[in-house]
């Protein structure tokens, strides 16, 4: 499945940002999808995740009830909701797609979107 993430932008602290990854091919709803986020100089590090049928949704204890991931099958879109934003949380926030289960890992995902660039301001 390949993969397109938009909606990152810049939004001050405490403001909310809607990001989407829209996927190409027919084996969407096949896949596990996860976002994923790295600020310069660190790691990628997980943020959400969410099972095929949307049923049950992983979440970073750093953005539990902050965040909610969300997806359509029916669009082959998946969504990332997010609220109360911090300067921290600057980043480039990637989507990703495992048709081999849930991870928090990133080497579990074997699709990956380009990014979208988020920027917090203080």
């Known amino acids: 499945v390949q993969l397109q993430a938009s909606g990152g932008g810049l939004v001050q602290a405490g403001g909310s940002l809607r990001l989407s990854c829209a996927a190409s091919?027919?084996?969407?709803?096949?896949?596990?999808m996860g976002w994923f986020r790295q600020a310069p100089g660190k790691e990628r590090e997980f943020v959400a995740a969410i099972t095929w049928s949307g049923s049950s949704t992983y979440y970073a204890d750093s953005v539990k009830g902050r965040f909610t991931i969300s997806r359509d099958n029916a669009m082959n879109t998946v969504y990332l909701q997010m609220n109360s934003l911090k300067a921290e949380e600057t980043a480039v926030y990637y989507c990703?797609?495992?048709?081999?289960?849930?991870?928090?890992?990133?080497?579990?995902?074997?699709?990956w979107g380009q990014g979208t660039q988020v920027t917090v301001s203080s």
């Open positions: 091919g027919r084996t969407f709803s096949k896949y596990i």
């Open positions: 990703a797609g495992s048709a081999k289960g849930l991870s928090r890992d990133s080497r579990w995902y074997e699709s």
